[in-house]
C-alpha cells in the first residue's frame, strides 16, 4: 500500500512466475513509452502554439507599423515623428505605472494615431503655409476619421490605436476636439500620446520655422499642464528627460523588420519636401 501511494503503478506477489513477470514487465514497459511519447507530442504542440502565437504578435505589430508609415509617407514624412511619438509615450505609459503590457500596447499603437489622414484632401494636407479656418476644419476631421478606421477591432491593439486616434487632440480642460472631453474622460493611452505627439511637433523643424529647443518646449509642456495636458503625464515625462533628450538628438532605427524588401523604411528613404508633418498640433501648441 505504501509503495502504490508512493507512485508505484503495479506490484507482483512474491516469487511470481517467470511468464507473469516477464508479461507485466513488457506492459510497464510499453505504458512509460507510451506516456513519454505522449509528454513529447504536448511538449511539441505548446512549443508551437507559441511559436505560431508569437509569429501572429510580431504581424500585427508589423501591420501596425507599415500603416502608420503609409500615413506618414502621405505628409512626405519617413516616420521618425510617428517612432519618436511612440518613444516618448512608453516612458510616460512607464513612468504613471501602467501595467507592462498596456505600456507596450501604447507604444506599437500611437504611431496610428494620425491615421484618419488618409482621408484628408491633398489640396489641404498638402498645402504649404498656414490653413484657414475652413482647411483647419477640415484638417481636425482626422481625429474622428482615425477612429472610424481603426474602430470595432476584435484585436485590443487596434481598440486602443482607435482610442489614441479620437482622443490625441481632446485637451485636459475640455478645450480640444473633437469630443470636447475632459481630464479622465480622455482614455488615458490618448492623454500620453498627446504630450509626445505636441513635444515632437515643437521640437523638430518645419520650413517655416526653427525647431523649438527642447528646455522651451519643456516650459510650454510645464505651462500648460492642468489645460492642455494631463499633468501626471507632463510629470511622468520630465521626470525621464535625459530619456526625453537622447530620443530627439539620436537617429531613429526602423523597428521593422530588415528581411525582404522593405522600401524606404522609417529611417532611410525618400525624404519629402512636405512642409509640417502635423500642423494640427503645431496648432494645439502655439
Ligand atoms: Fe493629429
Ligand atoms: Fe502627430
Not at 112 to 119: I, N, Q, S, T
Not at 255 to 259: A, E, G, M, Y
Not at 273 to 278: A, Y
Given at each position: 500500500m505504501e509503495a502504490l501511494q508512493a507512485g508505484a503503478t503495479d506490484f507482483l506477489p512474491k516469487a511470481p512466475q517467470s511468464v507473469e513477470m516477464t508479461v507485466r514487465l513488457r506492459n510497464l514497459i510499453q505504458l512509460g513509452a507510451a506516456v513519454r511519447k505522449l509528454n513529447d507530442r504536448a511538449a511539441h504542440l505548446a512549443s508551437e502554439v507559441a511559436a505560431a502565437t508569437r509569429k501572429l504578435g510580431e504581424r500585427e505589430e508589423e501591420i501596425i507599423l507599415r500603416l502608420a508609415l503609409a500615413v506618414e509617407y502621405r505628409d512626405n514624412d519617413t516616420g521618425k515623428h510617428t517612432l519618436r511619438v511612440a518613444r516618448y509615450s512608453r516612458i510616460i505609459a512607464e513612468q504613471l505605472g501602467l501595467p507592462a503590457r498596456l505600456c507596450r500596447d501604447i507604444y506599437l499603437a500611437?504611431?496610428?494615431?494620425?491615421?484618419?489622414?488618409?482621408?484628408?484632401?491633398d489640396n489641404i494636407l498638402l498645402k504649404p503655409g498656414r490653413l484657414t479656418d475652413d482647411e483647419m476644419a477640415v484638417i481636425r476631421t482626422h481625429a474622428t476619421i482615425g477612429e472610424k478606421i481603426l474602430?470595432?477591432?476584435?484585436?485590443e491593439l487596434i481598440q486602443l490605436g482607435a482610442q489614441i486616434a479620437a482622443g490625441h487632440h481632446e485637451r485636459w480642460d475640455g478645450a480640444g476636439y473633437p469630443n470636447g472631453l475632459k481630464a479622465d474622460e480622455i482614455p488615458v493611452a490618448a492623454r500620453v500620446v498627446a504630450v509626445a505627439d505636441v513635444f515632437d511637433a515643437l521640437t523638430t523643424r518645419r520650413p517655416y520655422k526653427e525647431p523649438m529647443p527642447l528646455d522651451v518646449a519643456r516650459d510650454y509642456l510645464v505651462e500648460n499642464q492642468g489645460r492642455q495636458f494631463d499633468p501626471a503625464c507632463v510629470e511622468a515625462f520630465l521626470s525621464r528627460w535625459d530619456e526625453v533628450v537622447g530620443i530627439a538628438a539620436g537617429p531613429v532605427a526602423t523597428?521593422?523588420?530588415?528581411?525582404g524588401a522593405t522600401p524606404a523604411p522609417f529611417i532611410l528613404g525618400a525624404t519629402g519636401?512636405?512642409?509640417?508633418?502635423?500642423r494640427t498640433d503645431e496648432a494645439a501648441a502655439v
Open positions: 500611437a504611431p496610428l494615431h494620425d491615421v484618419g489622414k488618409v482621408a484628408i484632401p474602430a470595432d477591432s476584435s484585436c523597428p521593422l523588420p530588415k528581411s519636401s512636405r512642409p509640417d508633418l502635423d
